[in-house]
């Protein structure tokens, strides 16, 4: 029962980590796709007055 406690502790914080992760890792690409469809909107205004 013992090295049960400490398999599920270990998946556990496993699993923190993964998550932590994987959440910065889909802010990072949500960023990066606010930031790109902000430059395809304001790409023709750009254009326009060079």
Request: positive net charge; charged residues 20%.
């Amino acid at each position: 029962m013992k090295s049960a406690r400490l398999v599920l502790a270990v998946i556990l914080l496993f699993l923190v980590v993964v998550v932590d992760f994987t959440g910065r890792l889909i802010s990072v690409l949500a960023d990066g796709v606010l930031v790109a469809m902000a430059l395809v909107v304001l790409r023709p205004l750009l254009r326009k007055s060079e």
